[in-house]
């Protein structure tokens, strides 16, 4: 691990590092996390969640590793400890404009701007890059593994951007989005292939944009 944070042992505790810039003086430590990166349809969804401190900080894992039941009852715990919650959409319309790379980053930074104020302190991204915002910042990699902050936004990202899909499924049944979200499986690749892209479809992505007219 690079950065503020290269002489932190973690050992088990997946709040290690937001303790360190506690002792350092920092407030508000916020982690950030997006969901719906490899989708061929819908939104891309970020959240920025900080944290209480003396909140069970265990409980809160990267989201593809928990169900979509104990994911839901993480994110109404979040709720429930008044943790500090913003989360940012993108459209497939923007991803389409401004490529997924620059959609996720720019949910992010919605993320951030659309927690209650103050703003954060500091921001743990999930990732290689940082957030375009002129706030105090460290990604990494595989982020969700390594920060509590980020895998409750990861829960917080995941859990919003699936009610989404899920009401996208209700007015185009046809994709079966209630159950793929949107990723190329291929029930969803050979719908496309049958029925054409939907609105909702990014029509830039491989597997949707051979068949747009």
């Keep these: 691990m690079q950065g503020i944070f290269a002489d932190c042992s973690r050992g088990?505790?997946?709040?290690?590092?937001e303790r360190v810039l506690y002792a350092r003086g920092m407030v508000r430590i916020a982690g950030c996390d997006e969901a719906g990166r490899g989708p061929l349809a819908g939104p891309v969804v970020a959240a920025s969640v900080i944290l209480p401190t003396d909140c069970?900080?265990?409980?809160?894992?990267?989201?593809?590793?928990?169900?979509?039941?104990?994911?839901?009852?993480?994110?109404?715990?979040?709720?429930?400890?008044?943790?500090?919650i913003g989360v940012g959409i993108v459209s497939e319309q923007q991803i389409?404009?401004?490529?997924?790379f620059q959609a996720s980053l720019l949910a992010m930074k919605l993320?951030?701007?659309n927690m209650p104020a103050p703003p954060p302190d500091f921001i743990l991204v999930d990732g290689k890059f940082t957030i375009p915002l002129a706030i105090s910042q460290e990604a990494l990699i595989k982020g969700e593994?390594?920060?509590?902050?980020?895998?409750?936004?990861?829960?917080?990202?995941?859990?919003?951007?699936d009610r989404i899909m899920d009401s996208l499924h209700s007015r185009y049944p046809v994709y079966n989005f209630k159950k793929n979200k949107g990723y190329p499986t291929r029930e969803h690749r050979l719908a496309i292939a049958t029925h054409g892209p939907c609105p909702?479809?990014?029509?830039?992505?491989?597997?949707?944009?051979?068949?747009?007219?």
């Design 12 to 17: 088990t505790d997946n709040f290690s590092l």
């Design 56 to 84: 069970r900080h265990s409980v809160f894992l990267d989201s593809k590793v928990l169900s979509h039941a104990k994911r839901v009852a993480l994110e109404k715990l979040l709720f429930e400890i008044d943790a500090v």
């Design 96 to 100: 389409d404009c401004i490529n997924i």
């Design 111 to 113: 993320a951030v701007k």
């Design 145 to 161: 593994s390594k920060s509590a902050s980020i895998a409750a936004a990861s829960i917080v990202a995941k859990v919003a951007r």
């Design 200 to 213: 909702v479809h990014r029509t830039t992505f491989r597997g949707v944009k051979e068949y747009v007219k």
